[in-house]
């Protein structure tokens, strides 16, 4: 339906069309990170995926220590469950 005609049965109608609201904003100024002074004080996650030449995909995590830049773990499957996350990790500390 064409927006004028909609417009004008609106009008005649006496009608308004619900204005969308506007995207949340977050409230408040945001903080900059601590930067860690020591290992082992923050780590970092990212998962990374990637595909075999057959057309099969992987997963990566990597688990790397915000202060020396080391990384702790690159763990490579299939699919990785959140159990298996929570597992890696309670290894690794």
Do not use: H
Request: with cysteine; charged share 30%.
């Amino acid at each position: 339906m064409n927006w004028k005609k909609l417009y004008r049965i609106y009008r005649e109608e006496g009608l308004t069309v619900r204005k969308r609201s506007g995207r949340k904003r977050a409230v408040g100024t945001r903080t900059p990170m601590a930067t860690p002074q020591g290992p082992n004080q923050r780590w970092s996650l990212d998962f990374v995926s990637d595909s075999l030449s057959c057309g099969r995909r992987f997963r990566i995590l990597n688990v790397i220590d915000d202060f020396s830049r080391e990384c702790l773990a690159a763990v490579v499957d299939t699919s990785l469950s959140g159990e298996r996350v929570g597992r890696e990790l309670d290894c690794i500390a």
